[in-house]
Nanobody
């Protein structure tokens, strides 16, 4: 079993930055890919970014490309999401997810992931 704990969410003004962290514990050796999703009120959960745990390959949704950066620190068993130039439409609950089976061609799909964090609220004002 993999346990994921997110942190770093909060309130920020438009144009500002936040860095989200996701700390993994448990069967870390079984993780193949990790991703970030977000869900705004009244909307379905959508893919944000993903990273391959061992190789470091990344993939981004078009809506965040050029503004968000996903990275990982293998020694700390942690994945990060650096969010710059934040917009009000980025307001959502952000979730970290871990995939045990490697399916890079389905990396943007929720069903690709086996474990999920509790979510952290990001609110962008103005």
């Amino acid at each position: 079993q993999v346990h994921l704990v997110e942190s770093g969410g909060g309130l920020v003004q438009a144009g500002g930055s936040l860095r989200l962290s996701c700390a993994a514990s448990g069967s870390i050796f079984s993780i193949n890919d990790m991703g970030w999703f977000r869900q705004a009120p009244g909307k379905e959960r959508e893919f944000v970014a993903a990273i391959n745990w061992s190789g470091g390959s990344t993939y981004y949704a078009d809506s965040v490309k050029g503004r968000f950066t996903i990275s990982r620190d293998n020694a700390k068993n942690t994945v990060y999401l650096q969010m710059n130039s934040l917009k009000p439409e980025d307001t959502a609950v952000y979730y970290c997810a871990a995939a045990i089976v490697g399916r890079w061609y389905q990396i943007q799909l929720q069903r690709n992931y086996d474990y999920w964090g509790q979510g952290t609220q990001v609110t962008v004002s103005s």
